[in-house]
Structures are given as structure tokens and as C-alpha cells.
């Protein structure tokens, strides 16, 4: 079935431990993509990692339920979080809050049983915090690293979907890793000097 996840042992933060917490926890890799804005990519995705040693758990609901004002802390606490480790800690309970009210507290749950990429897309361009580019990169991610690929993918990710190192879907390895570095700098350039 498309929409299965496999196996995979992502290397998306280039650290072992966090790598291996991404691959097995839905929930991490949803908050990593979630974390992946201004800030180094493989920095954000090491960020569950950081949520669940301080936490002592990535249940959504238990997130959910937290105290916001210890939760906030709790991030912000450095080495924190995101750089905006406060606002970031918001926007990490009310993703959690979203999965437990509407995919029963199981994030693989919105990949799961997504019919088509346009629909999986939108259940993601839902999410708290995902706009249009986050949700068809994690959509190019899903499909590309994961396996899940439902039908319509291709078209509902767009340019995330092609080949190539644009995004976090494309890291494998660390020289992926720069590769997808090196495209993101020279797309900002060929912007500033159009723009």
C-alpha cells in the first residue's frame, strides 16, 4: 500500500540519537519539520530529541496538557529548542493538541489514511505552523524517505517532488545535507537579485 510507511533510518539531524527518535516517532519528524524555520535545518530536526530528554515523553497529549509557561521554559532553556524557543514551544503543544483532537493523538494517522497527495496536503497545510512550502516539503519527505506515496503525490508536491537536493526531503547523508544548503543559497540570491 502507498501510504505504508517502511523502515528507514533517516539522518536528517546528522546525529544518531536524534536521527533514530525521527525515524521511529511520527510525531518527532512532524514537530522537526514543524521546528524548521529560521534555524539550521539539521538544528530543528534535533529538536525533539531536546523536547523529549527535557520532557520525558513526545505523547502528544501529555505535550497537549502541559503547562504552557513551564513548557515555554522548558524550551527556551538553552541549549534551546528553536532560536525562538518560547513562541516555538506554542506552536509545538497546539500541533500536539490538533493530533490528539483530530488524528487520536497519532500523527502517522494524517499520512495514514490519506487517500490522494491533494488531500494529504491539505490535512497538512492544516496543521498549526505548516503553510503551503512546509506542508509539500514534509509531503516530498513523506513520499521520498518514507515510502508513502499515495496516488497524486508528484502534482500535490510540486518542485519538492522532483529530483534533486531542494529541501529536507532530499537529505540522505551530510553531503546531502550541503547540497540542499548550497540550493537553498542560491535560490535566496537569484531572489534578492530579481527582486
Not at 85 to 90: I, V
Request: proline share 6%; with cysteine; aromatic share 8%.
Amino acid at each position: 500500500m502507498a501510504n505504508s510507511p517502511k523502515s528507514v533510518q533517516l539522518t536528517i539531524a546528522q546525529d544518531p540519537a536524534a536521527d533514530d527518535l525521527l525515524s521511529r516517532d511520527p510525531f518527532a519528524l512532524l514537530t522537526g519539520m514543524l521546528l524548521d524555520q529560521q534555524f539550521p535545518m539539521e538544528r530543528a530536526f534535533a529538536g525533539p530529541l531536546k523536547v523529549y530528554e527535557r520532557f520525558g515523553s513526545l505523547d502528544p497529549a501529555a505535550i497537549a496538557a502541559a503547562d504552557p509557561e513551564r513548557f515555554a521554559d522548558m524550551c527556551a532553556t538553552p541549549p534551546a529548542v528553536h532560536r525562538y524557543g518560547r513562541s516555538m514551544a506554542g506552536r509545538i503543544q497546539a500541533l500536539a493538541q490538533v493530533v490528539v483532537d483530530e488524528y487520536d493523538g497519532d500523527a502517522a494517522n494524517i499520512w495514514s489514511g490519506a487517500p490522494t497527495g491533494a488531500e494529504l496536503l491539505a490535512r497538512l497545510r492544516a496543521l498549526p505552523g505548516f503553510g503551503e512550502q512546509k506542508a509539500k516539503i514534509f509531503l516530498a519527505l513523506l513520499a521520498k524517505q518514507l515510502g508513502v506515496a499515495p496516488a497524486g503525490w508528484t502534482k500535490a508536491a510540486g518542485d519538492y517532488a522532483k529530483k534533486g537536493y531542494r529541501s529536507v526531503a532530499d537529505v540522505v547523508d551530510a553531503d546531502s545535507l550541503q547540497q540542499v544548503r548550497d540550493f537553498k543559497k542560491a535560490a535566496k540570491a537569484a531572489a534578492k537579485a530579481n527582486g
